[in-house]
């Protein structure tokens, strides 16, 4: 029961009595009336202030969503637009370069359709003088015929002779005139292009012995040498396959072989011996052992400093005993594993100058005379053998042209080739470079006049500056101008199939006429 009824029963109970307390149940539904009317206010009162904050908050996020709405739609308009204006500028490019090309298209048809009527020009009037060539040669004919008493045939023969001996001249002299052009431009590169390589390297001159000499303390260490009935000096001779040469030289024994390897050897073990003071074949055979594995340490050192010192990378340590054992060969004088060290850094520098692959070039100079570290134990030239140890060796197909290509036996297939063909020709022909018997001095001397002579109207020929510059007289009244300049091909074209020399050979063609008159 609600406790207002519980109040008012009570009072009426206590104050009036029974006739109040129905009075005050006639009050009750009004009270109760009024407090939910006031009570339904409120509610009502209460619910228009939610809605009208719920309608408010409505409005503001409605504004709010409008609003971002509208700043995407006008950023996705704005992205469009600007997409639109880029593919429009992208048309207008596209439409200015096809009008371009268009324009050149027609530019080359015009310039082609020009030379086309300047080539039908020129054929009509090639023609026209054919026509007229034809007709004074018909007419030309006739001439000879008449005052010879020749036949067309003959006449047409002898006619062609002559021009065939006048346009002979005349290319000649074109030749000529195009080499001289093709030579100063090619002589001042190539010699620009030497000068760099040689002022950037110099190399010092060795000479070429099959002999060695080892020191003795006295001369009593000759007689232990020979050892009782010459059984040291035999097993020395049989163990290092060389020649001992014990003669009056006083404190001096020669060890004499063309092979440069056992020769060292065999030098290095006698110092050994002879130091050791031992003498025996026992203790021959142990040293000449321990020797000969040190020094085939040694020259697979020497191989490896030499790559080492060039800078070159991956090389097959298989090649490090070979290239030591150039050290140890001579050739014309020169020391080969100088004379490879020297087309290497030559070959680099000129590759460099051209931009070419200088490592490249580098390792060709340096490998392209490897086969003569093996030329005196296995049949073959050195070019052979060089190429088959850089194949073993898996080396670069350059580097095997190179070598298979520096003397010419086969072509060339690159322009390292042709480098690593001069730097080796430049390191030979320097002056100094390699020493030449007088034998074959002079009879490359006589070879060169003998072809100089074999000429028709050569009076005379004379080999200058060691065989390098050739000077032809010929008959003046025999030979013309022209014809000298013509002998001058042939005979160095005949130089170069017939002869082998180092460098090369200036040949002078020269004719003189002289007119002598005596005053008296």
């Known amino acids: 029961m609600d406790p207002i009824y519980v109040i008012l029963i009570a009072l009426g109970c206590f104050v009036v009595g029974g006739g109040i307390v129905a009075a005050l149940f006639t009050l009750i ?48 308009i704005t992205e469009r637009k600007s997409g639109v204006v880029a593919a429009e500028a992208k048309l207008d490019q596209k439409e200015a370069a096809l009008d371009k090309r268009e324009d050149a298209i027609i530019t080359r048809e015009t310039t082609l359709d020009q030379k086309r009527d300047e080539l039908e020009q020129q054929t009509n009037a090639l023609a026209e003088k054919d026509k007229v060539l034809q007709t004074k040669l018909d007419s030309i004919l006739e001439e000879l015929q008449k005052v010879a008493n020749m036949t067309v045939e003959d006449a047409r023969n002898e006619l062609m002779k002559r021009v065939e001996e006048k346009e002979m001249k005349r290319i000649a002299l074109f030749k000529e005139q195009a080499e001289y052009e093709a030579q100063s431009q090619a002589e001042d590169r190539a010699k620009s292009l030497m000068a760099i390589a040689c002022e950037k390297y110099a190399q010092d ?45 006083p404190e001096a024994i020669t060890v ?62 298989g090649l490090y005993p070979y290239i030591g054992r150039l050290k140890y060969r001579t050739s014309f004088g020169q020391n080969v594993l100088d004379h490879s060290i020297q ?49 073993k060796f898996n080396e670069p197909a350059v580097v ?18 042709e480098l690593v063909t001069a730097s080796d020709t430049l390191s030979a022909a320097r002056p100094g470079a390699r020493s ?65 020399y180092p460098g090369q050979i200036k040949v002078s063609v020269i004719r003189e006429t002289k007119a002598v008159e005596i005053a008296k």
Request: glycine fraction near 6%; proline fraction near 2%.
């Open 29 to 76: 539904p009004s009270i109760k009336k009024d407090r939910a009317n006031k009570n339904a206010e409120k509610i009502i009162e209460d619910a228009n202030v939610k809605a009208e904050k719920i309608i408010a908050n409505a409005k503001f996020e409605g504004k709010t969503t409008i609003d971002e709405m509208k700043q995407t739609a006008e950023k996705d």
């Open 400 to 417: 095997i042209n190179a070598i298979e290509s520096h003397h010419g036996d086969t072509p060339k297939t690159n322009l390292i080739s």
């Open 436 to 500: 030449e018997t007088l034998e074959t001095y002079i009879k490359r001397l006589e070879q060169l006049e003998t072809i100089c002579k074999s000429f028709n109207g050569v009076s005379s020929s004379y080999a200058l500056q060691s065989g390098r510059d050739v000077r032809v007289m010929v008959v003046p009244e025999k030979i013309s101008d022209e014809d000298a300049r013509v002998m001058a091909v042939q005979i160095r074209e005949k130089i170069e199939s017939d002869m082998q």
């Open 205 to 249: 001159v060795t000479s070429e012995h099959s002999t060695s000499v080892v020191a003795l303390p006295t001369d009593e260490m000759k007689g232990r040498i020979i050892g009782r009935e010459g059984r040291n000096i035999k097993s020395m001779e049989a163990m290092f396959g060389v020649s001992l040469i014990i003669d009056d030289t």
């Open 256 to 317: 004499s072989c063309f092979d440069p390897i056992r020769r060292e050897k065999a030098k290095l073990t006698l110092e050994a011996l002879i130091k050791d003071g031992r003498i025996q074949p026992g203790r021959i055979e142990d040293l000449y052992n321990k020797i000969s594995t040190e020094f085939d340490d040694s020259l697979r050192r020497i191989g490896e400093q030499t790559v080492f010192k060039l800078g070159l990378p991956r090389i097959n340590a």
């Open 343 to 391: 087309v290497a850094y030559l070959s680099s520098v000129m590759a460099s100058e051209l931009g070419l692959d200088s490592l490249m070039a580098k390792r060709a100079g340096l490998l392209h005379d490897i086969g003569k570290s093996i030329d005196a134990e296995m049949e073959g030239s050195h070019v052979q053998l060089g190429s088959m140890l850089a194949k």
